[in-house]
């Protein structure tokens, strides 16, 4: 249903990203963004997804600026690889890899028409959350289980647009106490935890749990449905 087209940051830096147009005119408009594993299957099938569901989506590739071509699967010695790339990324001279996802944003918004959300995964999900906070042209904000958005740094920052967050009872890299004080920190956001592990979104992954999935899936698009196609 997708293909990759090359988008182009205000600094002139020029990225792939997945596009997957919806068969119809576009309800709205979603970009995806990557969890250290690159546009893989998994982003692709999201992204691909959510164009059957009526929205224009663009993943773009947000480890370029350190490597491309990067499509990773989830073994051991990916992950390695997967983190030590998203460190490099995250070591990158502000505003580092901010300006690629306002490219896609903008990109989304012209091409569809319409409003633009943004859902994100892992390390994604941290770089929604950012982008509610600081990034323009979008309307609502969804990060999976977000690596680090908990923290107080990532927390002390104020969303502009509606965020729905969801994470996992059972996730190691997300402490749920930390989860607890973010949504106390941030009321106007809606958190859901589920009794599920890091990464439970993913059918690729040992981590899969296809209730917490179906429950984030269904609370996802009816969120999008309401702040972009409403």
């Not at 896609?104 to 409003?115: F, L, N």
């Not at 107080?152 to 607890?180: M, W, Y």
């Amino acid at each position: 249903m997708g293909q990759f087209v090359d988008l182009k940051s205000a600094d002139g830096f020029v990225f792939p990203a997945w596009v997957a147009e919806p068969d119809t005119a576009p309800r709205g408009a979603i970009v995806v963004l990557q969890e250290i594993f690159g546009v893989n299957l998994h982003i692709r099938a999201v992204a691909d997804r959510l164009a059957a569901r009526g929205y224009l989506a663009v993943a773009p590739a947000t480890f370029h600026r350190v490597q491309q071509g990067v499509d990773l699967g989830y073994t051991t010695e990916d992950v390695s690889a997967g983190a030590a790339l998203k460190a490099a990324v995250e070591g990158l001279a502000a505003p580092g890899v901010l300006p690629d996802i306002q490219a896609a944003i903008d990109y989304a918004g012209q091409r569809s028409g319409r409003k633009v959300g943004v859902v994100g995964f892992c390390w994604g999900g941290l770089l929604t959350w950012r982008a509610a906070c600081l990034l323009q042209g979008l309307s609502a904000a969804v990060p999976y289980y977000g690596g680090g958005m908990t923290s107080e740094a990532e927390a002390g920052r104020t969303p502009q647009v509606p965020v729905l967050a969801h994470f996992g009872q059972r996730d190691k890299h997300i402490p749920v106490d930390g989860v607890q004080a973010f949504a106390r920190a941030h009321p106007e956001v809606e958190v859901h935890i589920y009794e599920a592990d890091h990464g439970f979104n993913c059918d690729q992954r040992g981590s899969y749990d296809e209730a917490a999935a179906l429950a984030a899936r269904d609370r996802t698009l009816a969120f999008f449905d309401k702040h972009l196609a409403g």
